[in-house]
Nanobody
């Protein structure tokens, strides 16, 4: 199982921006990767935030559409997520996820069931 490691979480002022990173080990080979970001708050279901297919197709949850950008550096094997103009509803534990078998259509569904590999999560707290 590929260990994914998130970084960049912490406290963010409302109206500001947050940037998260997800790294995979150098020995982990990216092959047709579907990559994604999810978040969860206590008492709520995990929410798909953004996904990026191997062909470059991006999909975003309605809650972040227009504010979020998912991107990857395939050479460095780093996945990034930027959310601008954050608000209290962006608070949560953010997880990155990867899968090498998902179709582009499945990747775009933002379903946690699609992904085989997960990071441990990083806390993001938006304060007013």
């Amino acid at each position: 199982q590929a260990p994914l490691v998130e970084s960049g979480g912490g406290s963010v002022q409302a109206g500001g921006s947050l940037t998260l990173f997800c790294e995979t080990p150098r020995t982990y080979v990216w092959e047709s990767e579907c990559l994604g970001w999810f978040r969860q708050v206590p008492g709520k279901d995990r929410e798909g935030v953004a996904s990026l297919s191997d062909t470059g197709f991006k999909n975003y949850a309605d809650s972040v559409k227009g504010r979020a950008t998912i991107s990857k550096d395939k050479t460095k094997k780093i996945l990034s997520l930027v959310i601008e103009n954050v608000n209290a509803e962006d608070t949560g534990i953010y997880y990155c996820a990867a899968d090498r078998w998902a179709s582009n259509n499945d990747c775009a569904q933002l379903s946690g069931a699609t992904f085989h590999y997960w990071g441990q999560g990083v806390q993001v707290t938006v304060s007013s």
